[in-house]
């Protein structure tokens, strides 16, 4: 009976310890997620900025080192001052003029023009620049169906002209896959909606896959279109 009791008490002891490492372990490994969550985009920031600074640094820093000066950053100084500069110059006549020549020597090479063609589209979509700006706005529209929304960029504007009269559209690009792998859509300019949101929040809500959406978006007068309250709040 003593024995019994004895191997009913080691038994229930076995369980107990069982089910505290299982709910132990799942604790260490919910808070080891946790910290994962919290330290991916922080280590990658940091990585990604720290490889850009010494990227850029390393245009300029071995002219200081020729010149015997080691000074961590001065590269990455001297290139940001460039940047500016330049981007001061080319836009005053003379850099418009500059830059007209060099883009008329590189269009007239077979391979390099299309390379250059793709990059300069690219780059005017996230431009400052609001006449050269490939991404006009941001605009929602109503696609595949009723009742579900797309979410695009203009990128021009069209006027359809038949017998019936004329009719103002707009080109919509809708990212599919990717930023720049999307379709175009030929939307009356009526049927567009116009939330509250810029360009470059735009890209980022597509970039990161819709999770940066905000929870409520509303039109430029206010009213409000979409929401979604159960999602994280926009910071």
Known sequence: MLCLQFQITVASLYKN????????????SKKFMTGCVILFPIAITFYITWWFIHFVDG?????????????FGLGFITSVTFIFLIGVFMSSWVGASVLS????????????RHIYNASKQISAAISPDQN???????????????????FGFITSSVSLQSYSGQEDLYCVYVPTNHLYIG?????????????????????????SGGMSMPQILSTLDQQVI??????????
């Open 17 to 28: 310890c069982k089910a505290f490492h299982k709910v132990v372990r799942s604790w260490a």
């Open 59 to 71: 245009f300029f820093s071995p002219i200081y080192a020729q010149l015997g000066i080691n000074i």
């Open 101 to 112: 020549l060099g883009e008329w020597i590189i269009k007239r090479m077979p391979l390099v």
């Open 132 to 150: 050269k700006q490939a991404f006009k706005e941001v605009v929602i529209i109503r696609h595949p169906r009723v009742g579900e929304y797309a």
């Open 183 to 207: 379709d175009i859509f030929m939307v009356n300019s009526k049927d567009v909606i116009r939330p509250n949101l810029s360009v470059r929040e735009g890209i980022e809500i597509v970039v």
């Open 226 to 235: 979409l929401g979604d309250r159960t999602g994280p709040s926009r910071s």
